[in-house]
């Protein structure tokens, strides 16, 4: 068919639709924040629960 692998220099442009794009809204961004936040704090109550002295 005549391809070739483009070489390590040269630049491909690939031209999407607009439709094609993805959307995240600001609750599902802040949402995965607060994910984050709730694992790092369940993990730090576990560190000083280990260390802890009863």
Known sequence: MGMQRP???Q???VNV???DMTEKTA???EGF???I???LKK???NIVQF????
């Open 27 to 29: 609750g599902e961004v």
């Open 7 to 9: 070489e390590k220099y």
């Open 51 to 54: 260390f802890s002295i009863k």
């Open 37 to 39: 936040v709730s694992v």
């Open 43 to 45: 993990i730090g109550g």
């Open 11 to 13: 630049t491909i442009y």
């Open 17 to 19: 639709k607009q439709d």
């Open 33 to 35: 924040g607060h994910g």
